[in-house]
């Protein structure tokens, strides 16, 4: 199952404040490119029936289930990639593209 970390949800949690999708859902949706690796994305959404819903932290996020399946193994976190730069990521060991984080100095 997708694992969102803390620092993720309280993003989330702000951007749904900011603009205003109280309303809605935050869907993410994986699909394979041609080459085998892997394509996120994400967005605010309503519900559907077949969507499976996930929370952690306190945030709900919906996935459809041919997202679930590629999103089994992947964990969500919010965190600065350059200096003042942050941005969502995703570590999905069942994406051919995959390479583990790095290990702390």
Request: hydrophobic content about 35%; overall charge negative; proline content about 4%.
């Amino acid at each position: 199952m997708l694992r969102i970390t803390e620092a993720a949800a309280n993003q989330i949690k702000s951007q749904t404040q900011q603009s205003g999708s109280q309303e809605m859902v935050l869907r993410i949706a994986a699909k394979t490119n041609q080459d085998g690796s892997f394509e996120y994305g994400m967005g605010f959404d309503e519900s559907k029936e077949a969507d499976i819903t996930i929370t952690q932290h306190g945030v709900d996020i919906i996935v459809d289930p041919q997202s679930a399946e590629l999103l089994e193994e992947t964990e969500m976190d919010y965190a600065e990639l350059e200096k003042d730069q942050f941005s969502f990521i995703f570590s999905n060991p069942l994406d051919p593209n995959y390479k583990a984080p790095a290990k702390g100095r």
